[in-house]
């Protein structure tokens, strides 16, 4: 069987921080994205806990 060509690459081309070919300065705005996502998704649980009752309310 051929290899698919729209298949997805390697998993250390994914993530830049595990490929050898990728810059340093690559990596580091990868680090930095993923740290900024990763905070901001954990701010936005600590609001969701603080404010699930008002949350539940306007769904129901």
């Known amino acids: 069987m051929a290899p ?4 997805l690459p390697a998993a250390a081309s994914i993530n830049p ?3 050898e070919n990728c810059s340093l300065e690559d990596k580091n705005l990868y680090s930095f ?5 990763h905070y901001r998704l954990t701010n936005v649980r600590k ?9 539940l309310f ?3």
Do not use: R
């Open 17 to 19: 921080i595990l490929d």
């Open 47 to 55: 609001q969701v806990e603080e404010h699930e009752k008002e949350i």
């Open 33 to 37: 994205f993923y740290i900024l996502v």
């Open 4 to 7: 698919n060509p729209t298949a």
């Open 58 to 60: 306007l769904i129901v």
